[in-house]
């Protein structure tokens, strides 16, 4: 229940909202919206609605198909990116790796030049195109790699720019957030991208860009997106899947973020990296290696489950530091490197 109280004697009247999705209710804007209608007390009493039962395998089905479908489509461009420049290679007479590293910049000049071409057939302002080159430049001066990583941060950026928004707090909580409640198990991966407070979105970008760019320039790109964005769902469907057992002893609550992502980029650091030094946000002076910081940190979450907080999900940061070791010890191997040998086998021509 939740009353607005006015200035005066009020009246009460009734509203109802349906308890499977009460914060879209409650947003902001109909918050605003009751406080100035002034001298009337409003007293919101949830409907009398059946409680939909949770499931666990509509959720686990979308987890498997969208992990499933993600390798796949990152083995399908990586491979066929493969192929494509190896076809490059042969056609042309590279006698060392510098021969290819400068017809490499030269195809990146040329494909510079017809983008900004186009502006100039646009009669684009000069400035624009200005404005445009300088930021071209500046995004293929890093390599594929880190331009994945930033490219992650881009679209956790604006994520996050739309929270800002308040009258698109209703759409943001519908479907970027992961509420166990609802039917909607898309959510498992649009609120990996989620983020509601600058402290949780600041912390996890620069640990993204930390971890994720290690980890990234160890797997290749293309591998790394669909690691990350996998155990993004993973780390979602095991928050989810504790939440509906757990629920008799704790309260369900929409969830959002993408720390279950960023641990599986930390804990495959620590298997690459064992010996380098990390130190802690707000004591940088601080700092331990990264093949002790990983265990502590899962002893922090075991120690949180047990003693229930919940302003962590603590849960998904398990599966994630899980899920990260256990596909670099056997996920390259298994499923990688199998999908790669697959699709290759289909592209050639059978003689």
């Known amino acids: ?25 409650l947003s902001l804007q109909h918050t605003r919206t009751l406080r100035v209608q002034g001298q009337t007390q409003y007293k919101i009493t ?15 089905i979308f987890t498997v198909t969208a992990t499933s479908s993600i390798f796949a489509l990152s083995i399908i461009h990586y491979t066929d990116a493969r192929t494509k420049l190896l076809k490059e290679i042969q056609s042309v007479n590279f006698t060392s790796p510098s ?4 017809h490499a910049i030269r195809s990146l000049k040329q494909s510079l030049d017809r983008q900004i071409q186009r502006l100039h057939d646009l ?34 950026s604006a994520v996050f720019s739309l929270w800002r928004f308040g009258r698109l707090q209703p759409f943001m909580i519908r479907h970027f957030t992961h509420n166990p409640l609802s039917s909607r198990s ?38 790394f997106l669909a690691f990350y964005l996998s155990a993004g769902i993973v780390s979602s469907f095991v ?8 629920r008799r002893s704790r309260t369900i609550v929409p969830s959002l973020g993408a720390s279950g992502a960023i641990y599986a980029c930390l804990s495959a650091c620590a298997w690459f990296y064992p010996n380098a030094s990390v130190s802690l946000l707000f004591l940088p002076f601080l700092t331990i290696k990264i093949k002790h910081a990983v265990p502590a940190l899962v002893c922090f979450d075991i120690f949180g489950i047990l003693a229930k907080w919940r302003v962590f ?6 599966a994630g530091a899980a899920s990260g ?13 199998p999908g790669c040998d697959l699709w290759s086998s289909i592209q050639t021509p059978k003689r």
């Open 123 to 156: 009669n684009a302002p000069e400035w624009l195109t200005d404005i445009y080159t300088f930021l071209l430049t500046e995004w293929y001066s890093h390599p594929p790699t880190v331009r994945t990583v930033m490219s992650l941060i881009l679209v956790n």
């Open 239 to 246: 928050s989810h899947a504790s939440s509906i057992m757990l």
């Open 46 to 60: 949830p409907a009398r609605i059946p409680v939909r039962k949770p499931t666990i395998w509509k959720p686990f």
């Open 186 to 223: 898309y959510t498992l991966l649009t609120s990996t991208f989620s983020h509601k407070d600058l402290w949780h979105f600041a912390v996890n970008m620069i640990a993204l860009y930390s971890f994720g760019s290690a980890t990234a320039t160890r797997m290749g790109s293309d591998e």
């Open 1 to 25: 229940m939740m009353i607005l109280r006015a200035l005066s004697r009020p009246q009460i009247k009734k509203y109802s909202f349906n308890t499977h999705d009460p914060i879209h209710f």
């Open 99 to 102: 021969d290819l590293n400068r």
């Open 325 to 337: 070791i256990v596909y670099v010890l056997h996920g390259h191997e298994y499923i990688w490197q």
């Open 313 to 318: 999900d603590h849960f998904a940061h398990l």
